[in-house]
Structure formats: structure tokens, C-alpha cells
């Protein structure tokens, strides 16, 4: 059974610095592209950013490029989400998610297998 735990949510002010963590079990995730979505009240789910855990290879969405950055820890099986330079309107509840495929349909929220619980992030200003 494949579980995805997030953590480190919170709430900090505008410019600061957040780091979530989403501690993977249950399988060895090589072939595993995992994902970091979002979702703000009232909005729809977004993508934010993913990584193929085989290969490494990284996707952020033009909204985060620049500011946040994904890497993974293979020994932990864990994957994190780096936030730089926060903004109000990154305030969302922040899952953590993976699906069993390295195509280019990252971004596509409905072909994740695995969610997290997802965990909270306001930036106030």
C-alpha cells in the first residue's frame, strides 16, 4: 500500500522560506514521476512542480519557476519542496502525489495514482 505523508505547512510571512517534505512508503517508486499540487480556497487544484524519481528530471509551472525547487532523497524515499521568496497568493493546501509514469502529462492532476493528506501554506503580506 503506497502511502504519501507531507509535512512542513505553515504559516510565515511574504519573502520568506518554506520547506514540505512528502515521505513516500509502501514501494520502490523508480518509473514514479511525483508531483507537488495545489489547491487555494475557492480555485481549482494546480500543478506546481514534479519530479521523475529515476531520472531526476524537473517541472515547475511558470507561476513557482524560479523560486521553488523539488529534489528527492532516495535513501529516505522522500521527496522535497523547497519555497523561496513565498507569496500571498501561494497560500494553498500543498499534496504531495505520484503516478506510475514518466511521460510528459506531469501536470495533468487527474492521472496521479497517490495522494497525500496535503498540508497547509499561508503566506500572509
Known amino acids: 500500500q503506497v502511502q504519501l505523508v507531507e509535512s512542513g505547512g505553515g504559516l510565515v510571512q511574504a519573502g520568506d522560506s518554506l520547506t514540505l517534505s512528502c515521505a513516500a512508503s509502501?514501494?520502490?517508486?523508480?518509473?514514479?514521476?511525483m508531483g507537488w499540487l495545489r489547491q487555494a480556497p475557492g480555485k481549482e487544484r494546480e500543478f506546481v512542480v514534479a519530479?521523475?524519481?529515476?531520472?531526476?528530471?524537473?517541472y515547475y509551472a511558470d507561476s513557482v519557476k524560479g523560486r521553488f525547487t523539488i529534489s528527492r532523497d532516495n535513501a529516505k524515499n522522500t521527496v522535497y519542496l523547497q519555497m523561496n521568496r513565498l507569496k500571498p497568493a501561494d497560500t494553498a493546501v500543498y499534496s504531495c502525489?505520484?503516478?506510475?509514469?514518466?511521460?510528459?502529462?506531469?501536470?495533468?492532476?487527474?492521472?496521479?495514482?497517490?495522494w497525500g493528506q496535503g498540508t497547509q501554506v499561508t503566506v500572509s503580506s
Open positions: 509502501g514501494r520502490t517508486f523508480s518509473g514514479y514521476t
Open positions: 519530479i521523475n524519481w529515476s531520472s531526476g528530471s524537473t
Open positions: 502525489a505520484a503516478r506510475y509514469s514518466s511521460d510528459t502529462r506531469y501536470y495533468r492532476g487527474d492521472l496521479y495514482n497517490y
